[in-house]
């Protein structure tokens, strides 16, 4: 399972999957007959004076999962680290231990105790407890209080990584995120419960003996990918610091979801209750996905489907001025590969290798100077408009006329065929098209309306941009795809050609984005 290991601050990790601060404290049964599954180990959170908890009953269950208001119940540090730090090693995972106070000073004396000791090996702020110096407000939703806090413990424990696990029950999650980043937090941890109650119908009393509590589980998932998509967009992706995704999780897909969403690892902590093989069970599946997608490492799955939200097509048209449809067009038009109505978003670089790829002149003339065209493997979007009869005998006439020799041909879908074909050299229009091409090789001139009204908005981009690609290249594709949209087929054929496109479009969208938000700034600005 090579391909699960991971890497949280200076912690190494068998597999993404954390043991989490949990509503019992570490179930260390479970632990061990869940090695290797178990990536790394947090305790239940510990204060610096012993803490009996909250009145019973002290959990409930819910339809949408489990209740909890244990009130920190832990034995004090000093009762922690003579019992339980040993007792800890003999898990053999990685151990962080959650820290929790009423001040900042508590935390702080706790964090520094615990940085003295080989066998942790990271520790975690439990900010979702109340601070009795600011009237009871909890420490995670307070974003200057929180910055404190962490700034204080990040001074005081040396080379340990530092996590600071959020609470959900604030406004706008990323502010507070962002504040535990400034403070000098490692790695971020979310989310804590969802604040919630429930209440007996037949003595009318609320069920928990502290009358509110935490929510966790299944009903949090959909919250906890959300809450790791919003501070992995906003924050934690520029800072580079990992989020442990926590909310729900009771099976690989729940875990993917928020792996996909930004989260490096991922916790499990209520479906320990329920499924002993919870860790087997959600790691094999992981394994298995990134096995069946071909990826290497679940790492590179890490925030795959946090696109970059820029902006509307709707924000950008107001801010230059300019039509929407304009906008809607322009960004069809060129290498970004705006989905259908997809609100103008940007897809990472990733994406767009699944999406249509727009080969521009330029890149067909590379393609013809490096001798690699032929045969060439080509999937041609024709757009719903063409029937395959309508296909079929321009495929003809091209055979007859000796336009293309086609090698290979499937339809795959209503108006999309994959088709190798090679072009002959010896038919008049290839040639004088062959010759342009060559004439014009690495030239990014910009000739086309949408070239035009692009430069007019965005500047000179060093990418050629043409309506229609036959217009500097080659007639073939112009008679199949007026709109020039070219889907390439293998990789097996066009591996080369793909690295190429990565770094055109790479650099494309960098200078795009680029420029584009140079504009609004300076259409803001006036
Ligand atoms: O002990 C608790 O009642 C508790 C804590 Br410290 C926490 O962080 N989250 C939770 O749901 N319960």
């Known amino acids: 399972m090579e391909r699960l290991e991971t890497t949280l601050g200076n912690i190494r990790m068998e597999t993404p999957l954390i043991a989490v601060s949990g509503i019992y404290g570490v179930d260390y049964e479970r632990i061990i007959q869940s090695r290797p599954y178990v990536g790394a180990v947090v305790t239940k959170s510990v204060t610096l004076n012993p803490r009996a908890g909250n009145p019973e009953p002290r959990i409930v269950e819910t339809r949408a999962g489990l209740l909890n208001s244990i009130g920190l119940q832990n034995p004090g540090i000093k009762m922690f680290l003579e019992q339980q730090i040993p007792e800890l090693r003999t898990l053999e995972v990685p151990v962080i231990v959650s820290v929790a106070g009423s001040d900042i000073d508590e935390y702080i004396q706790c964090s520094k105790l615990l940085a003295e000791r080989d066998e942790i ?46 609470t959900p029950n604030v406004t ?63 924050c934690c992706r520029k800072a580079s610091v990992p989020i442990i995704g926590i909310g729900g999780v009771s099976n690989p897909s729940e875990a993917l979801e928020l792996i996909l969403a930004g989260a490096t690892c991922v916790g499990i902590g209520t479906a320990m209750f ?5 860790f087997e069970d959600v790691a094999m599946g992981i ?32 801010y230059l001025n300019i039509p929407e449809t304009k906008v809607r067009s322009l960004c069809n038009q060129t290498a970004l590969p705006g989905r259908p109505s997809n609100g103008g978003w940007v897809t990472t670089i990733d994406e767009i290798e699944r999406w249509y790829l727009r080969i521009t002149g330029r890149q067909w003339a590379d393609l013809v100077a490096d001798g690699n065209l032929e045969p060439v493997s080509v999937e041609v979007n024709l757009g719903a408009n063409i029937s395959h ?4 005998s321009i495929l003809r006439h091209w ?26 050299e010896d038919h008049e229009s290839n040639k004088q098209n062959l010759q342009s091409i060559r004439r014009r090789q690495a030239k990014t001139e910009t000739t086309t309306e949408t070239g035009k009204i692009l ?15 036959a217009v500097t290249t080659q007639p073939i594709l112009l008679s199949l ?40 700034q300076r259409i803001q600005g006036n």
Not at 274 to 278: A, F
Not at 389 to 392: D, F, G, Q, S
Not at 496 to 504: A, K, N, S
């Open 287 to 318: 394994h298995q996905y990134v096995v069946t997608k071909g990826v290497e490492s679940v790492a590179s799955l890490v925030g795959k489907s946090a696109g970059d939200k820029v902006l509307s097509f709707g924000d950008i048209a107001i």
């Open 455 to 469: 430069n007019s908005v965005l500047g000179n981009i060093s990418v050629a941009f043409e309506d229609k690609l």
């Open 481 to 520: 795809s007026p709109d020039g949209l070219l889907r390439l087929a293998t990789q097996e054929h066009l591996g080369h050609l793909l690295q190429r496109d990565r770094e055109i479009i790479r650099f494309f969208l960098a200078s795009y984005m680029e420029r584009l938000i140079q504009q609004i």
């Open 399 to 424: 055979q007859e006329t000796g336009i293309a020799e086609v090698l290979e041909q499937s339809f795959e879908s209503k108006g999309t065929i994959v088709m190798k074909i090679r072009l002959l």
């Open 389 to 392: 009869e309508r296909l079929t």
């Open 172 to 234: 706008d999650i990323s502010v507070i995120a962002q504040a535990a980043i400034n403070g000098g937090t490692e790695v971020l941890a979310l989310i804590n419960t969802i604040r919630g109650m429930a209440i007996d119908l037949d003595t009318q009393r609320p069920k928990l003996g502290n009358l509110v509590g935490g929510l966790s589980g299944i009903g949090i998932h959909p919250v906890a990918v959300y809450m790791v998509y919003h501070c992995y967009t906003s």
């Open 121 to 166: 090996d990271a520790i975690e702020l439990n900010v979702s407890c109340p601070n009795v110096e600011a009237g009871g407000i909890e420490f995670g939703c307070d974003a200057d209080v929180l910055e404190r806090l962490v700034t204080g413990v990040r001074e005081s424990i040396g080379t340990k990584t530092l996590i600071t696990k959020l």
């Open 274 to 278: 329920r499924n002993p093989t919870v």
